[in-house]
């Protein structure tokens, strides 16, 4: 459960290296709405101007979220692939506390200086950032759209709903703005992650769903595990009852992700993955086995192909909780606090154990960790959460495949907070480069996205 | 200038005493944008149910502003009188750092404890406690509107602006939303001061104007202060030329704090005032004066209404900051850190002399009492100031006699956004108890603010 609140941002694939950008840094206050500390930090923040319009062209600002910016920058070839159309500049902002943008160097994730990092203080340096490339300007002179996925897409139209003199329009994309205490049912997750699979083929998800208990029966013999170890390419053996949880936390985890990346391409994010995982993997898993040792034989093809698809891991440590390149460690601070993001399994509509949400289990395990208490209605306070009515100028796209979508806007909520609905696409495909293999459903959402910014440029010009 | 920052709230005259609450207490986060510190504390919200139908009648909930909660819900008379017409509850909500809302005791105002006094964490309070109202619930069971007035009505407004998720709408009563750098020239407000004296009199204003070089080069002179000390009846002859800026400063906000209340009725707020104070101040300087010691036993009438009408107050305390009942020390503080207002008089278009706005000098002010620079840009950055287009459902009152109006929104922005302009009105007179002596103009400006709270409240429940 722990580490399922991870908001995993899918990057992809098919980026394009040759993406060119100035590294910039900007000052920020640690405190946006106290006086009390005075220091100061950097952010980080990427630009191009290769296609800008300078004095008409608008910026277009991604809002960095749990990870180095450059991955974002990097993965979000939507932005650069509408950037000369539109005569935009681009930006790319780093959040505080992930990559380089660290207020207190190495140790700002610790205990004591980890306190502000919140998407709050976050925006607030957005709004300052965006507000200094206006050129501190009264009027100012072009306007800012805002994009991101994921996090970076609840970032995107939080942005929009809290700084709407700042942000003309805001393209949201996967944002589970909806994944907060009393909004959505907290097995929606898992139930799509298991709708996903299903799709693919419904004996892979029975196989799967009965994979749980024989795991649990097979490794109460240490020969087991030992042959487990071996067939699986384990690190280490499952040989307590914790090992087995954690390698069941593991396995769930890898569900999960498969379905968020299901894109129709290679992807190497969090770790590399061939077109459409799903159905790649439920072909080994998709028929009537014998017995549970060939079970779990297809189950640690599935394993393998999840974890070392390169074939570049001596083994899968499955105790790991690192996902490659984005160094998104400060975000179980962010679900300890201000992201409470409520997960569980049914058992019955899944493809899961049974886990019920316990919130106060959760929050004294965020008491231990970091010394705090999740605030549980803290974010739904802050940002409105199921109540965007008030808000203006949000696209929140979502695809089906994605088991964010559950926490997401499916529903068009007014004439200008707008819900985009991709069926087939997983997390924020969308943002990502345009690809050959692309579904037809994604080209026509980047179609609507376009027309919304351009109508919110319009607007602004008015 | 220093002591002009201060943003006098205006309260009033006919408060009726009989008004009764309960006094009830809130815990609140001492920040709720970061988690370093796990402080709470107490503010104090005043409540009164009798008119509330439960379940279906709204909240009108006051955004207490800089001073005692209870001497606002006594003088925010428009509240109580339209309560039963809508069936309202009244809630009454105390600004952190102001009345007994204190997060560390009578040590709150210490450079060491005051910097959570921010808009933004008291915002972010009103918002708990408003989804406290509301049972915590995902669906509210009732509107909430937001009334306030001067501060607190910059404070409505934001309210409205940053949380509509939770307020439906807000009536913001004279809210300098403008009187930020770069938006008004620094001067509107001492010109409006001005020329509600000009209304009454053009020699009263001349008289004024001429006293200043009157007063500095009578001061030369030990005799002749021994002489004004005597006939202004002043505490401490002003011997230095510090005591003179000082009692010319004073003397300036006198004219300002005049105009503002400038109300059609008797008022005991700040001081205790006659109805129509400034007509009743300018009979007595309306006339040639035939020299100079005339001339300032004429100002002396003026500071004698001001400082002592009822009689009470052996002298005058010219060196005193002190602003009645209403104990604003956190102001300052305020105007020193986010709620930066430039400040100036021309000399030209205005009865004072002229005094440029030096922000660097301001600065230095602020750093030396509080170690903190101002922030210039923060409430523009953070509120938008001359950008509301997006906001909606908020009307932004003023008065035209009022100064505090110079920093107002005088001209509709939207639908949703609208100016209501009372041409003969004080500061907030649209907030005060209906009085027989109110000119047709705020009726007429409470009505409409009915009119749009019904709208709202309409909007709510579809």
Known sequence: ????????????????????????????????????????????????????????????????????????????????????????????????????????????????????????????????????????????????????????????????????????????????????????????????????FKIVSGRCVDNIKSSWAVLRNFTKSSNNTAWLQKTWNLCDPPNTTSDVQTLIDFLQDMYGTLAMVNYPFESDFLMPLPAQPVRVVCQYVNKTFKDDKELLTGIGKVLDIYANYKKTNKCINYKSSSYGNLDASGWNYQACTEMVMPMCTTGLDDMFEKSPWNFTEFAEKCHKTYNVYPMEQAARIQYGGNRLQAASNIVLSNGLLDPWAGGGVLNTVSDTVVAVVIVDGAHHLDLMPQNPNDPGTVIEARKIHKQNIRKWINEYWK
Chains 1, 2 share one sequence.
């Open 1 to 196: 459960m722990w580490r399922a609140l991870f908001l995993l941002v899918a990057l992809l694939a098919t980026a394009k290296s040759e993406y060119k950008y100035e590294t910039l840094w900007f000052k920020v206050p640690l405190d946006h709405f106290g006086y009390q500390r005075n220091e100061t930090f950097q952010i980080k923040y990427l630009v191009n101007e290769d296609y800008w319009d300078r004095g008409n062209g608008p910026i277009f600002f991604y809002t960095g979220n749990e990870g180095q910016i450059e991955v974002f920058a990097k993965h979000t070839g939507f932005m650069w692939d509408i950037a000369q159309e539109f005569r935009a500049k681009l930006v790319f902002a780093e959040h505080r506390y992930y990559g380089a943008s660290m207020p207190f160097g190495n140790k700002s994730l610790d205990n004591k200086h980890i306190g502000y990092l919140t998407s709050a203080q976050a925006l607030a340096d957005y709004a300052d950032l965006v507000n200094y490339l206006q050129g501190n300007a009264i009027k100012p002179p072009y306007p800012v759209i805002a994009f991101g996925g994921s996090y970076g897409g609840m970032l995107a139209a939080y942005f929009r709903m809290k700084y709407p003199h700042i942000v003309a329009g805001a393209i949201a994309a996967s944002a589970p703005v909806h994944q907060f205490t009393g909004m959505v049912p907290c097995e929606v997750y898992n139930r799509i992650v298991t709708s996903s």
